[in-house]
């Protein structure tokens, strides 16, 4: 994987001390569920972009040929290790959201769950995920965004700070500001919680 900007290396180095206690459970309030909501929906040659320590991997269907990208080497050992639990033959690598090394059109999905909110360029990691879908394939993301409540917003503007220096952590962030720009068509919508997390699948135009 070629050396990633400074902002990617520091969320990187957060993520080899403090991953897990980072990630949240999949029991948890707010996201409970929403592993399996995105990975039951996966289909084909499918893509996870920035898969942690692997919570999704045993709930792909087991017909997906699942390919995984990370930049934490503590997070993606992890990942080996449920996906060895699981017994699933996952392709699982170091890699970059914003530069991912994969030829144009090889995925028929791409799947984000909890990641967008942390890559710096979340803009140009969707125009990447477009680039290496093939026409008609789907866009899946589970992301924490902005609340269309103004009150949980302003808590979210006001926790920001604190986020960003602890996790690199965007609140203010919604996938939807972008998916049109990088040729996307929204097939599947849901928010709840609070309107803070957000469940999405999109189909790349041809």
Request: glycine share 12%.
């Amino acid at each position: 994987m070629p050396p990633l900007d400074p902002e990617s290396e520091r969320i990187r180095a957060i993520y080899d001390r403090r991953g897990p206690a980072l990630t949240p459970g999949d029991g948890s309030f707010l996201f409970g569920g929403s592993r399996q909501w995105l990975a039951s929906r996966a289909s084909g040659d499918t893509l996870e972009i920035g898969i942690g320590g692997g919570r999704t991997i045993r709930h792909y269907p087991p017909d997906v040929r699942l390919t995984g990208i990370e930049p934490s080497g503590v997070m993606l050992g992890r990942a080996r290790a449920e996906a060895r639990a699981a017994g699933r033959a996952v392709d699982l690598r170091e890699g970059d959201a914003m530069a991912l090394d994969f030829p144009d059109a090889s995925f028929d999905t791409v799947a984000f769950c909890l990641v967008l909110c942390t890559v710096p360029d979340d803009r140009g990691a969707l125009h990447e995920a477009a680039r290496v879908l093939r026409p008609g394939g789907r866009l899946l993301a589970v992301e924490h965004v902005r609340s269309p409540n103004p009150i949980v917003r302003l808590v979210e503007r006001l926790w920001q700070p604190i986020g960003l220096r602890q996790a690199g952590d965007h609140m203010l962030r919604d996938p939807l500001d972008h998916l049109d720009d990088a040729g996307f068509d929204v097939e599947t919508f849901e928010r709840g919680r609070l309107g803070i997390v957000e469940r999405l699948v999109a189909v790349r135009r041809a």
